[in-house]
């Protein structure tokens, strides 16, 4: 469990867990209003 308060962190961590949770990266991005490119620059 990620432990912080800076808000920009909460957000890059619950697209990369809200992606492992559905299993669908694509439909994660939509959900969290970025592209897959912002996608993959936060997971790399």
Do not use: Y
């Amino acid at each position: 469990m990620l432990h912080t308060n800076n808000p920009i962190i909460k957000h890059k961590a619950g697209l990369l867990n809200l992606a492992e949770e559905l299993q669908n990266i694509s439909k994660a991005c939509k959900i969290m209003g970025v592209s897959r490119d912002i996608f993959i620059a936060i997971r790399n």
